[in-house]
């Protein structure tokens, strides 16, 4: 497949975000078709390690978006493991925004309730 065609599965260009443009595949198990967004993550300093293999615990999150679905979704998980889950984007903003209430109030920045 040159890099300017798109598998037969995929019915249109792939989002801005997809970092995987080049690589559908006409081949790719249906389960695997999939756009998916580049990776970001947070060290973990005060979470029990989920191996003692001495690698930094980490909370890895990235877009991920099967061809059917809708809109994208937020892989949030632990390390390499499938321990986390997706979120929507609604679900994502709605955390966002607790957390940083939640900062706001760890900081004494804002009383809280
Ligand atoms: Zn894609």
Redesign the pocket.
């Given at each position: 497949m040159s890099a300017t065609r798109r598998p037969y599965w995929?019915p249109g260009n792939?989002?801005p975000w997809?970092l995987?443009?080049t690589e559908?595949r006409d081949d790719d198990h249906p389960e695997d078709r999939?756009?998916?967004g580049r990776d970001a993550s947070v060290t973990l300093t005060a979470a029990d390690p989920l191996d003692l293999d001495g690698e930094p615990e980490e909370m890895r999150l990235y877009l991920l978006q099967h061809?059917r679905e809708c809109e994208p979704r937020i892989w949030l998980g632990r390390n390499d493991t499938d321990r986390g889950g997706h979120l929507t984007l609604d679900e994502a903003e709605a955390l966002a925004a607790e957390l940083r209430r939640l900062v706001k109030v760890g900081r004494g920045e804002d009383a809280g309730e």
């Open positions: 995929l792939c989002p997809c995987l443009v559908h999939s756009h998916a061809y």
